[in-house]
């Protein structure tokens, strides 16, 4: 959509839902593509090219299953060789796959889609002939990709590999090997997969024995008379040398070096991620993910018996609100049951439409949040009120949260940030809850530094994949945010995607930050100062 464009199109939302689901932080930005095991960072991207789009969203998906998991200690302790370390590496990344693509379905299109780029594309592959190491990497990746995950784009890529693999491999290793893959849909976690890797490398030692054993029985017996009336025995011939030539071949894969095996899939990935970290952000980003609130029944019961009645003077001025945007205008028809005599005159200028109707009236559809800072700054007290600034958020997220909720069509969230000395938020009311049932997660609390910016890119996040057409973001703080431009920044981008933004200052002026903003001391000034910036503020215009 032309109105996500300023955000990077959906990639913040798939980020920040994967984030959140996953419990997995994500930090958009930089120029590295990279995995500490708690972090994924994925570099800026250029928003017109999808082919990156799709290797980046996979990238995403796949990383997002290896943290959720992957046992990231038994994987390094595994790397004992090359070929050991890319046979576990090749299983761990279809288990995983597997994994997430059954806790999100969603997530098989995605990796698919990467895939279908990094295998059917050219990506500089060249014709020359593989090293043995190599074709069984490339046939295990690609037909359990096909197989087991169910990338039917990859079905032909699969088949083309197990081709090359029948004529580089013995029979019997290529049956072992089929046999031992059989296993991996039902492979519980890391410890199981090099359990698997070390059966096939075992396999592979087992038939590279066989087969040097039988060159060596045929190098101990005695050659037999010649008999120059029989032709020689061709197919013996045929069979040694085949033999002596799987025995190279097996011992290749077992000494394989770096240089012997193809580069790792996550590796070509960042390679082509890391290319594009100055297409479109200037500056880093860090997406937040979610806590969990504090709760108390007693302390949310009596902050809500306490707005009850500032709530309903809320509600009431923004019905207001929604009758006042409604559109009353009168047209005229060539039909209907009440004539306009004003309009009789009409007729003899051929014009007919003399019955009066009213326009149809528009209803609220509007996605509305309302970010509450909680840093410590705002344990200040409001001047002249003897109440601190949280206490006064608290309470007018709470009023209005209550207010919102009983207008059809208006569907709101409130979150609190930050969760102690990080950039996470607590969303303290999500989309779709009922306010009575969650006020014991609106309490006073404060902490940290003010992370205004990256709270921004949650909401903006959230509010962008809300199905109402009205995306709203307002903002309850003291208009004192740790880092300013990269804050405007992101009001600026918010903006120019279509989010009306509302700074309310809690005892503080915020027209610096935001365009449309209000200043209250008391919550009984909410409801003027809402109507004082916007008639319209649920319906559109």
């Known amino acids: 959509m032309k109105q996500n464009r300023s955000l990077n199109g959906a990639f913040p939302i798939v980020a920040a839902a994967l ?25 800026a991207y250029n928003q017109d090219d999808p082919y990156y789009m799709d290797i980046a969203w996979g990238y995403l998906a796949h990383e997002a299953a290896h943290v959720r998991f992957s046992d990231f200690d038994e994987f390094a302790r595994a790397a004992t060789s090359p070929i050991r370390k890319t046979i576990v590496n090749i299983i761990e990344d279809i288990r995983i796959e597997n994994g997430i693509i059954k806790l999100y379905p969603g997530a098989k299109q995605t990796i698919q889609k990467m895939d279908e780029h990094l295998f059917l594309g050219n990506n500089g592959q060249s014709d020359k002939p593989m090293a043995p190491a190599a074709v069984l990497s490339d046939f295990m990746l690609l037909r359990l990709s096909a197989d087991v995950l169910g990338f039917k784009c990859l079905n032909d890529v699969a088949n083309e590999a197990e081709a090359v693999l029948e004529k580089t491999f013995p029979e ?9 893959l059989s296993d991996v849909p039902f492979l519980q976690n890391t410890r199981d997969c090099v359990r698997l890797a070390d059966r096939i ?19 101990s017996q005695e050659s037999p008379p010649e008999d120059t009336s029989q032709p020689p025995g061709q197919d013996n011939d045929v069979q040694d040398q085949e033999q002596a030539l799987f025995s190279d071949i097996l011992s290749s894969v077992l000494n ?42 007693v302390l949310g019961q009596e902050l809500l018996n306490k707005v009850l009645g500032q709530s309903a003077r809320l509600r009431l001025a923004l019905q207001s609100f929604v009758q006042g945007s409604q559109n009353h205008r009168r047209v005229h028809k060539r039909s209907g049951n009440q004539v306009d005599g004003s309009r009789l005159h009409r007729l003899s200028l051929g014009d007919s439409r003399l019955f009066v109707h ?53 569907n709101p969230s409130v979150t609190k940030f930050p969760y102690e000395d990080t950039n996470d938020v607590v969303p303290l009311l999500r989309r779709g809850q009922k306010v009575r049932a969650n006020v014991a997660a609106f309490l006073p609390t404060t902490s940290g530094y003010t992370p205004l910016c990256s ?51 809690i005892g503080y002026d915020t027209s ?30």
């Open 201 to 219: 490398l075992r396999m592979l030692e087992e038939e590279q024995e066989k087969a040097e054993q039988h060159e060596h029985q045929d190098q």
């Open 512 to 541: 610096h930050l935001f365009s449309r903003s209000i200043v209250i001391h008391d919550l009984s000034e909410l409801a003027v100062q809402l109507f004082s910036i916007s008639r319209n503020l649920l319906v559109a215009a």
């Open 256 to 297: 394989a070096s770096e240089a012997d095996l193809p580069v790792d899939r996550a590796e070509t990935i960042r390679d082509i991620l890391d290319g594009q970290h100055q297409a479109c952000y200037d500056e880093d980003v860090e997406l937040p993910i979610t806590r969990e609130p504090e709760r108390n029944a």
């Open 19 to 43: 984030g959140n689901s996953l419990g997995v932080k994500v930090r958009v930005g930089g120029c590295v593509a990279q995995t500490d095991g708690k972090t994924i960072t994925v570099p």
């Open 358 to 410: 009213q326009a149809p009236k528009q209803s609220p559809n509007a996605a509305f949040d309302i970010l509450i800072d909680a840093s410590g700054s705002m344990i200040e007290e409001v001047a002249n009120t003897g109440r601190t600034r949280i206490e006064l958020a608290i309470e007018a997220a709470l009023a209005l949260a209550l207010a919102l909720e009983a207008i059809p069509g208006v």
């Open 455 to 505: 709270a921004l890119w949650y909401v903006a996040s959230s509010v962008l994949s809300a199905r109402e057409h009205r995306k709203i973001i307002m903002v309850l703080n003291d208009g004192q945010p740790d880092d300013l431009d990269a804050t405007r920044s992101v009001i600026r981008r918010c903006e120019a995607s279509g989010i009306e933004l509302i700074g309310v200052g």
């Open 172 to 180: 019997g290793a290529i049956t072992r090997l089929m046999a031992l």
